[in-house]
Every structure is written in structure tokens, then in C-alpha cells.
């Protein structure tokens, strides 16, 4: 599988606040087995790569300059016999992102971040009878700051707000944990779930104020929500 993705934004000549051209090119190949003694099995590899080219009325903007290329490649291993199923997956991430901008100085500055992550999931589903199924999953996942909410320092129009991004950022990473049972009949159909998630250096915008408490610019935080 293989995508490319090209978004454009800009205004009229003469009154441009800003303008993006970002391009995203992603590909995937997998390769899937049929069952071999109760067992499947799938693997696959992928990369991607995207940019972006940011001009404004100004030296800052909501999404600066960056390059960035993205690898991952993983492996699902499903075993079925009688009334169970059970499904394990790993993978592992790698992603290169260089931010191209000028500081708070009008210093041009080209920061080079990489990260890393290994994911996983585990479930198990059991046929109670012809109606009734229930199954239980745990589940690993990650996700890095995104270039505007490191370096980002501008009017998100969309948003009516502005926002200043945080270079000290961490990972999101997120433990989710869910069981559920469903019936379903020729008729009816009906699904009860529990769920429950934990996500560490959570990234959320943080309205900031000021000593008068008049609020100020929109920072984007990585922790618990207050």
C-alpha cells in the first residue's frame, strides 16, 4: 500500500497571515499466512515520511518548518481451537524529526529530535454459546509531540487562539486495559464494556493567565490534566 498526501493553505496575494505546504508519502507491505495447526500469522514493515514549508506574516507560526521519516515493522500471531481465540502483536516504531525555525532571539536554530517505542497487544475472545461472546484485551501504545506542539508559536486560526508549543515534551504513552461481552440474535444485539486507560505525559492545551488573571497565550503541557 502505498499513499501520498498533500495539504495546501494559504490566502489571497498581498494578505497572507500564513501559508502551509505540508506533504506526507507513506507506503506498507504485509505478509499474511493461513492457519497452520490452529495458528495465522502477520507481518508487515512500513515508513513514511512528511514536511512541511511555512511562510507568515512574521518569523514564528503554528507549524514550523520540519522533515521528518518514520519506520516501524511488526508482527501478529492469532491461535483459534474450539471456543477460543487468542491474539498477540508486537511492533516497534522509529521516527527521525528536524524542525527548521528561528528562536526567540531571531536565531535560526534546526533541533533534531528521534524516538523509539515498542508497543504490543494481547487479547483473548471466548464463544460462550451461538449468541454470546466475550472477550478481554490489553493494549500498548505511544505517540510523539507533534512539531507545532514543540516549537509552534502562533494564531491557530481555526481555533481563534494562540499557542505556544514546548520543546521539553515528552511521549505520550498509554496502557489500555477493556473487556467486554456481546449477544446478538437474529433480532437483538447488545454489548456491555469495561474499559480503562492510563496515558502518561499526556499532551493537552493549558489557557494561562496572568497575575490579574487576564488569560494569556495558549501553552501546550505534557502531564496530568489539573
Given at each position: ?156 486560526l481555526s481555533a481563534a487562539s ?65
Amino acid at each position: 500500500e502505498i499513499a501520498n498526501d498533500v495539504s495546501y493553505t494559504s490566502s489571497k496575494l498581498n494578505s497572507v497571515a500564513d501559508s502551509f505546504y505540508i506533504v506526507t508519502n507513506s507506503a506498507e507491505v504485509e505478509w499474511q499466512t493461513r492457519y497452520l495447526n490452529n495458528f495465522s500469522s502477520e507481518i508487515g514493515i512500513s515508513g513514511s515520511t512528511q514536511s512541511n514549508y511555512h511562510q507568515t506574516v512574521d518569523y514564528f507560526g503554528v507549524i514550523p518548518n520540519f522533515l521528518n521519516y518514520g519506520g516501524g515493522v511488526y508482527a501478529i500471531q492469532k491461535w483459534q481451537k474450539g471456543f477460543w481465540t487468542i491474539e498477540g502483536g508486537l511492533r516497534y516504531d522509529y521516527l527521525w524529526e528536524q524542525v527548521y525555525m528561528f528562536n526567540e532571539q531571531l536565531n535560526y536554530i534546526s533541533p533534531l529530535h528521534e524516538y523509539s517505542h515498542l508497543s504490543g497487544t494481547l487479547g483473548a475472545t471466548y464463544q460462550v454459546s451461538d449468541r454470546l461472546t466475550w472477550n478481554i484485551n490489553y493494549g500498548n501504545a505511544w505517540r510523539p509531540p507533534e512539531p507545532n506542539e514543540l516549537y509552534g508559536r502562533g494564531v491557530h486560526l481555526s481555533a481563534a487562539s494562540y499557542e505556544v508549543g514546548d520543546s521539553a515534551l515528552a511521549v505520550e504513552q498509554a496502557n489500555n486495559f477493556s473487556t467486554s461481552a456481546r449477544y446478538q440474535s437474529p433480532k437483538l444485539t447488545v454489548e456491555l464494556g469495561l474499559y480503562y486507560n492510563i496515558i502518561n505525559n499526556f499532551i493537552f492545551l493549558e489557557p494561562t493567565a496572568n497575575s490579574a488573571g487576564v488569560l494569556q497565550p495558549v501553552h501546550l503541557a505534557s502531564g496530568e490534566v489539573p
